[in-house]
């Protein structure tokens, strides 16, 4: 296959989950049957969450699965799926001002000051942004070396990321807590000290 016909592949791939929710959507309009359960609207800001922060621990991992196993894939293509979070997370955001606070924009200030996950969330959005802005070829080539230290924002963005959803789960850790022993596992897989420590001298 030519690698514009996997990248072609891969942006379809990448489009079907938002694609699906669109369709149960305009089912859910038109009264059909949908899956999108008794409150549709918070339904549709967790599944983009989810799919954002899926996207983002498959870029993550990158790194580590290229060292461990060798896999160059996920690195080759880890700038579309950068995009892909970008594209998830920007409408779980925009589905949240839509569906949960009825775009009441002054609300938002309020959320931020009296939620603690809202502003987890959102000061993951802001460190994301710049790396999203920033994955193209005039980027890299004008940042030189610190493209580099730029994109290291990923490890503070997912660690806020996971204590978004720690906060949004409460009781129900399970799920966040394996996030986040992922999140530690490749953190540990990119140091080349430790993996030397497995691999022996
Ligand atoms: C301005 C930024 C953000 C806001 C305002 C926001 C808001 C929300 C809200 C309102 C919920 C639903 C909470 C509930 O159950 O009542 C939620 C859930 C979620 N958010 Fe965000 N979010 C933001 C950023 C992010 C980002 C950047 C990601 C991932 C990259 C993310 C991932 C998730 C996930 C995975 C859930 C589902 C948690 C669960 O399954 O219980 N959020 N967010």
New binding site residues.
Partial sequence: MKPVQVKIGLVVLLALPAVNLLWQVSQALQGQLHSLGPDPG?QI??E???W??W??LLVFSASPVRLWFGWRWLVVHRRLFGLA?FF??GL??TA??VF?LELHFSE?IE??LERP??T???M???L?MPLALTSNNFSTRRLGRNWKRLHGLIYP?TL??IV??IW??RSDLL??LLYLLFVLVCFAGRSRRLLRVFKGP
């Fill in positions: 918070k800001v967790l983009l969450g989810q954002a922060l996207l983002l979070v998830y997370y779980h955001i949240y001002v949960l938002i959320d931020v996950y809202v987890m969330g959102m993951a959005a802001t994301l963005a806020l990321v978004h959803i949004i789960a799920e966040p």
